[in-house]
């Protein structure tokens, strides 16, 4: 991950704004494997891009995906969406943010009081994937939100294919930014009755709905898979933030 400006930046990129951390400098981390683990936890991100002078935020669903240039972000739309006709050949700046609220910081005073999260900043230019290779994109893409689902669905048509399209974002040019811990509180004069702790936040599953006017099938592997592997995702977190606090 690049640390700000253009350093390493291929050429062609546009100027990139700083991408080290301000505030709380410490939280900024720069193994690629965080950066990863966010991006593999998440489902949508949102890009900011300008169009006609003015800032625009959108969300997009996306996955990640190595399509022969490594790992990339590969973001999910429309061939008639705003942000893919901006983006034409050449492709447009992009600012990509994906972010993970991971718990509320209840410490003795609203002053010390925070949240535990995860965020990454991806800053680059999102061009069309070539169309030969649509089709593997956007198996990623669902791959990553739905993991197994291609097993159990039929192939894509060329109508399908043609009528989305992805966008490639490279990720070589990151920040990651990440609060995991308990309260960091000044305690004179605090209430050593109140309590203070962390209120764990986490992306869990309800049971699934059938759609009965389309079919009344089993639930496939895929969706009972996803369900399992969300609560146990959120289970492993809480038991991490427990281990760390006990062990202060």
């Known amino acids: 991950m690049a640390g700000s400006g253009r350093d390493g930046a291929p050429p062609g990129t546009p100027a990139a704004p700083s991408l080290t951390v301000r505030r709380e400098r410490r939280r900024q981390v720069h193994d690629p494997a965080v950066l990863h683990e966010i991006l593999a936890d998440g489902m949508f991100a949102h890009v900011a891009m300008v169009r006609d002078g003015l800032p625009v ?4 669903l996306y996955g990640v995906g190595d399509l022969g240039r490594g790992p990339e972000l590969l973001l999910h739309g429309s061939t008639g969406g705003g942000l893919f006709l901006d983006a034409g050949d050449d492709g447009v700046p992009v600012s990509v943010t994906v972010t993970h609220l991971d718990g509320l910081v209840y410490a003795r005073s609203l002053f010390d009081s925070s949240a535990n999260y995860r965020s990454a900043m ?6 069309p994937v070539p169309a030969e290779q649509r089709a593997e994109a956007l198996w990623l893409v669902s791959d990553h939100l739905m993991p197994g689902r291609r097993a159990e669905v039929p192939e894509l048509t060329r109508k399908e294919t043609m009528s989305t399209q992805v966008l490639r974002v490279p990720l070589d040019r990151a920040s990651v930014k990440v609060r995991f811990a308990g309260t960091a509180e000044d305690t004179d004069g605090a209430d050593p009755a109140m309590w203070s702790g962390v209120l764990p ?3 869990r599953p309800d049971e699934p709905v059938t759609d009965p006017a389309a079919g009344t ?9 996803a369900a399992a592997r969300l609560t146990e995702q959120a289970r492993a977190r809480r038991a991490r933030l427990a281990d760390l606090l006990a062990d202060r």
Do not use: N
Request: charged share 20%; aromatic share 10%.
């Open 57 to 60: 935020v959108l969300p997009y």
């Open 122 to 127: 991806i800053f680059g230019r999102a061009t």
């Open 201 to 203: 936040l986490a992306l």
């Open 217 to 225: 099938g089993k639930i496939p592997e895929s969706v009972t898979r």
